[in-house]
């Protein structure tokens, strides 16, 4: 009878509690539980299609104060012969090689830098709009405005409507790793907790500005810590205001820590290909109130990339034209947009290229260079 109530739940999309999420996660046979993740992909997005798109990681700078224990991209301010601030003539360079390759979205990512505040990211910003109008910019995760907001002396609302009128058109859910404090204080000691994180968030989705999440595992963290996560993500969505966009997609992806320090400072083990997809079935399954579920074939690859699309998930993320972060920390898989389109069809799937807010992408909309 227990079992029987979990399922009709799931099914019927409604919330679990923690006890019923252990019990899918542990007590029902392995491919019970991904043709489970399935079905609830299915009943949300009914056709066999699989989205993707092109976009590009620009990080402006590596500068970065918060000592995260699996980072090797990160420096201080004092190592000047590592440290980067990205010029705008660089940028132009990168922004053009996008729209050349079919894309429209840069991602603008880097460290907490002690010494730049809300000016320097409004003319950042303004400058890649001026440049180009039509380039989408997904830029600066919770973390990065947290700290921003602090910097300048500014509430968290004041920061984003300062970015959003800057030319910011989403925020990207960086920078969660584990929502756990107490996995925070070891992994990532000078990046904002918990409750920070949580508070760009539902701001934004008060504001009416569209945000993914993610989530990385796989290191110091509990099972518990990890269900936990889900359900602060699931909890949040449910409070986001009618008819704006909230979350709208969620990717999780096993730790890399290859040379990190939380490799040398802890024992880490390797996440087996029937976690990562168990991962990606109960999270489609707690967050059924999030429309898409992203596979990281960046750092699992593209075979199991193509398991975890049966498993719940329904769309393959970027080419990632750009990446830095995660692959200096082991990712190696590399994809193309011909690869990208062929891995879809061979899961059994129809590709379609779409945009950041799940729009299907028109390269007829895009405007000219100023």
């Known amino acids: 009878m227990k079992r029987e109530k979990i399922l009709r739940k799931v099914l019927d999309q409604q919330d679990i509690t923690l006890q019923e999420a252990f019990f899918l996660y542990d007590a029902i046979p392995v491919q019970e539980l ?7 992909r299915f009943a949300k997005i009914p056709q066999s299609m699989v989205s993707w798109q092109i976009d590009r990681n620009i990080n402006y700078t590596n500068v970065c104060i918060s000592a995260c224990k699996f980072c090797n991209f990160h420096c201080t301010l004092s190592q000047k012969d590592r440290s980067f601030t990205t010029g705008i003539e660089e940028y132009k360079s990168k922004i053009d090689q996008l729209l050349e390759a079919g894309g429209n979205q840069v991602l ?34 919770p973390p990065e405005v947290s700290h921003i907001a602090k910097v300048s002396k500014l509430s968290i609302k004041e920061t984003l409507e300062r970015l959003r009128n800057a030319g910011l058109d989403s925020l990207p859910g960086a920078g969660a790793e584990i929502l756990s404090d107490r996995v925070r204080k070891l992994i990532s000691p000078g990046k904002p907790d918990t409750n920070s994180w949580l508070e760009v968030m539902e701001q934004a989705h008060k504001m009416g500005i569209g945000t993914t999440a993610t989530m990385v595992y796989g290191h110091i963290e509990t099972l ?14 449910h409070k986001k205001p009618s008819g704006v966009p909230g979350f709208t997609a969620f990717i999780a992806w096993p730790m890399q820590v290859k040379g990190t320090l939380l490799e040398k400072t802890f024992p880490i083990g ?4 029937v976690e990562h997809l168990k991962m990606i079935a ?32 329904d769309d393959m993320g970027s080419i990632m034209m750009e990446e830095n972060v995660v692959s200096s920390a082991g990712a190696n898989h590399r994809i193309n947009k011909e690869k990208m389109v062929k891995t879809i069809k061979e899961a059994g799937f129809v590709p379609w290229q779409r945009n950041q807010d799940y729009s299907p992408y028109n390269p007829g909309l895009q405007e000219g260079l100023s």
Request: proline share 3%.
């Open 270 to 273: 390797t996440i087996s290909a």
């Open 34 to 40: 991904l043709s489970l993740g399935n079905d609830i």
């Open 224 to 237: 518990e810590e990890r269900m936990r996560h889900l359900f602060l993500l699931r909890d949040l969505q």
């Open 108 to 141: 603008l990512q880097g460290g907490l830098h002690p010494h730049y505040g809300i000016e320097f990211y409004e003319d950042l910003l303004k400058s890649l709009k001026e440049y180009c109008p039509s380039l989408k910019l997904n830029a600066l995760g």
């Open 282 to 313: 109960i999270s489609r399954i707690i967050l059924y109130n999030i429309p898409h579920i992203q596979v990281s074939w960046l750092t699992i690859g593209k075979e199991l990339a193509k398991i975890a699309l049966h498993s719940g998930a």
